[in-house]
């Protein structure tokens, strides 16, 4: 498999702020939000999916420590960007309007 030399190019139709739902996996069916996205390892941070226990020693701010439960990445593939007007998930296009290009919804056309 070939590494991208520039990360830069990686783009992806789903951002921080939108509700996607998974598509595949243990979790498949569940919808959330993108808390955070990494485009130049192609995953985000969907909140409520995908759940790790992280193991943490005591420390000043965690005076106990113990297990935590977080959130881990998971690939930008196994998710869909959620369509909330008609409640399906749908596939982002990019359109140019005006000057600027905007992502719009493949089934309704409408603005994302």
Avoid: W
């Avoid at 995908?50 to 005591?58: G, M, Q, R, V």
């Amino acid at each position: 498999m070939r590494k991208m030399k520039d990360k830069a190019k990686r783009k992806m139709s789903v951002k921080k702020g939108d509700t996607v739902v998974v598509i595949t996996g243990p979790d498949k069916g569940k919808k959330g939000k993108v808390l955070k996205s990494f485009p130049s390892k192609q995953r985000v941070i969907v909140e409520k999916v995908n759940f790790i226990k992280k193991h943490t020693k005591p420390t000043q701010q965690n005076q106990q420590g113990g297990i935590i439960e977080k959130e881990a990445p998971i690939h930008v593939s196994n998710v869909m960007l959620m369509n909330t007007k008609i409640g399906k998930p749908t596939k982002a296009v990019y359109r140019v309007i005006g000057d600027t290009r905007v992502r719009v919804c493949k089934i309704t056309g409408d603005e994302i």
